[in-house]
């Protein structure tokens, strides 16, 4: 998609203007005192979280490592794919958590994790799993967890020097002009923020076009899609709470299914339950309209909209 990278290369320029006005204010601060200590101390932030993070999401997630004679079926589609993606077989785990879907996590190509959650194993067949797996090693493949932690660290400076200048202990004049300096690192923290998220979404289309590029049928994946959307919208409140903390590493987004349910109804146009090629290819042809308080939700969420991406997916089928 030329357009999704194109939007990738300005988030990308974006960013760079961002680091570049954080030099440029940092390098002229006098007496402001404290940026280079949250630069500092954020930096070993993120590299602890670099480091232990696999470890983090394993725990949050009680995820168990699995042994190939415990699901080979499982393994040999995860092989297949890591040969077809060329990179190293990641390691396969299941979590005993009831919200169908799955997650990949890890450093990169050399430590790779695949998981996937009793309950997607319940909703969908071969072919869709292999989808779903399939986006999960493109993001490993893409080398996008890294990523994504080395974008999010600029937020993290921007709140810890726009601090440092509201308190420095400047007076008169130069308080004020902290204050100020102070007030506009704040909306650049924001808006970094925002980026942050945005470019969460963008790794989401990248990862759907690679599961695709690794032999994967569109409607398999879009299907996929389909029922972990209704699959989460009917998960018990509990199995929801316990996935709260990794869920921007999901497949889609579990606190957001409920409000996805009635956009993705215009979609199945069969009821069937499932999303065929020639369904995929009727909505290639229609515009979508997603309403004001949809595209906000979306500025604040670390997946896209589901109708938006499963149109995505209905531009794939065509090639």
Known sequence: MLGLRFRFFILLMMFGSIIFLIITVAGNL??????????????????????????IVEMTMRVRQLKREEAPE????????ARNAKIKMPKVGISENTVPNAFAYGRGHSDGHVCVTTGILKILNKNELRAVLGHEISHIKNRDVA??????AIPMILFGMARA???SRGRGKN???GIIIGIFLLLLYFISNLLVLYA????EYYADMGSVSLGSDPSHLATALFKLVYGCARADDNSLHMVEGARAFFLNDPSNAKNEIK?????????????????????????????FGEKIMEMFSTHPNMLKRIKALSDLNKK
């Open 30 to 55: 006098l007496g402001a005192g404290g940026w280079l200590f949250y630069a500092i101390i954020t930096a070993v932030t993120l590299l602890v979280q670099y480091f232990i993070g696999p470890f």
């Open 200 to 203: 969460s979404r963008i790794r």
């Open 175 to 177: 308080k004020g002009n």
């Open 263 to 291: 956009d993705l109804k215009s979609v199945d146009l069969d009821g069937s339950g499932t999303i065929s090629s020639e369904e995929l290819d009727y909505l290639s042809k229609q515009k979508i309209n997603v309403s």
């Open 147 to 152: 990523f994504i932690t080395f974008l999010s």
């Open 165 to 167: 200048m509201m308190w």
């Open 74 to 81: 499982l393994f040999n589609i995860v092989e297949e794919l």
